[in-house]
């Protein structure tokens, strides 16, 4: 998870490459304080589903400097999508993930969330039974989708802090790292700079745990995509968050008001749960989400689904996407 931190705090200069598809994706957002109200920021569509939301104290005291922001949750009925309405700058986003996960942000944490403990910061971010169980997931993925997994020359892992989710079984291609924060790749993995990234023909693309913090990830996908030649693989993969789906989330506004002898004092005491916590996640996508991501005939999906990743102390459920360009 550091490697996506790590990547997200310069904000990808690659987007240069794409000011079209960024141009289109602004207009979707309204000039004040860049929120994502008018449409869906994946499909553009309009048909929405809103509830109230709120940014949880931790992130806006470090993200914000405490200031609360104006947010909702929305969920497309078309793709699925769902998103935080308000999208962090890059300054807002850089001071949040400054230093992530470190002494500091520990304990900043823990002040609002006690059971943040250092404990449970660090299992978070070196968890190996998580990350070889990620490894072996990916890997037994190719095997079952490939003829012939050893035509796999070139291997790109974007945002890939040390190219530590790369299987280990595919030591035998060149694998590289897109990684802007410096940090040093393992031991014949290497680094690849933003000049050379189009000068490559890649075999297989990876992309883990990188969207559901960006603000615009629609411009990421596209640079993903124009990085792809004829049977370039690619493979996504994402947590697979439900919590705001829960039942105590459905109700809205209007539909409270409407109870008998609701008042406003009794809103706020006792229907507060209505309201969606928004942690550093903003982006939660779906398997129809991506499905519309690559919806076109130039893109075969290979294969897509949810799966309980084991680690240490428990499982977590992730969301993945194996595609070919043909």
């Not at 996506?4 to 904000?11: E, H, Q, R, V």
């Not at 048909?47 to 005291?61: C, G, R």
């Given at each position: 998870?550091?490697?996506?931190?790590?990547?997200?705090?310069?904000?990808?200069p690659l987007e240069k490459w794409h000011n079209k598809q960024k141009d289109e994706l602004n207009s979707k957002i309204t000039e004040k304080n860049?929120?994502?109200e008018k449409a869906c920021i994946i499909c553009g569509s309009t048909?929405?589903?809103?509830?109230?939301?709120?940014?949880?104290?931790?992130?806006?005291?470090r993200m914000f400097n405490g200031k609360k922001k104006k947010n909702q949750l929305y969920t497309c009925k078309n793709c699925g999508f769902s998103y935080s309405s308000y999208r962090p700058t890059d300054e807002e986003m850089a001071q949040y993930y400054q230093n992530y996960r470190g002494t500091e942000y520990q304990r900043q944490r823990e002040e609002t969330e006690p059971s943040y403990t250092k404990e449970f910061n660090y299992m978070l971010g070196y968890n190996k039974v998580e990350e070889e169980n990620r490894k072996k997931n990916l890997?037994?993925?190719l095997i079952k989708n490939m003829s012939n997994i050893s035509a796999l020359k070139n291997i790109l892992d974007y945002g890939g802090d040390e190219g530590q989710f790369i299987p280990d079984e595919l030591s035998f291609a060149k694998r590289f790292v897109y990684e802007v924060s410096g940090v040093k790749p393992l031991e014949g993995i290497y680094n690849i700079s933003e000049e050379d990234l189009y000068t490559q023909h890649w075999d297989l693309i990876m992309c883990c745990h990188v969207l559901e913090h960006m603000p615009n990830p629609m411009d990421t996908i596209n640079i993903l995509k124009n990085l792809m030649h004829k049977n370039t693989y690619i493979y996504i993969e994402l947590p697979y968050e439900d919590y705001f789906e829960e039942e105590k989330y459905k109700l809205t506004l209007a539909e409270i008001i409407k109870r008998p002898k609701s008042t406003l004092k009794k809103l706020l005491k006792k229907e507060k749960f209505n309201y969606v916590p928004i942690h550093e996640h903003i982006n939660f996508?779906?398997?129809?989400?991506?499905?519309n991501v690559f919806n076109d005939k130039q893109y075969q999906i290979l294969d897509i689904g949810t799966k309980e990743i084991s680690y240490a102390y428990g499982a977590t459920k992730i969301i993945y996407c194996l595609v070919q360009k043909v």
């Open positions: 998870m550091n490697r996506i931190i790590k990547f997200l705090t310069s904000f990808v860049f929120y994502a048909d929405l589903i809103k509830k109230s939301a709120f940014f949880v104290p931790f992130l806006t005291k890997y037994n993925l996508f779906r398997e129809k989400t991506l499905m």
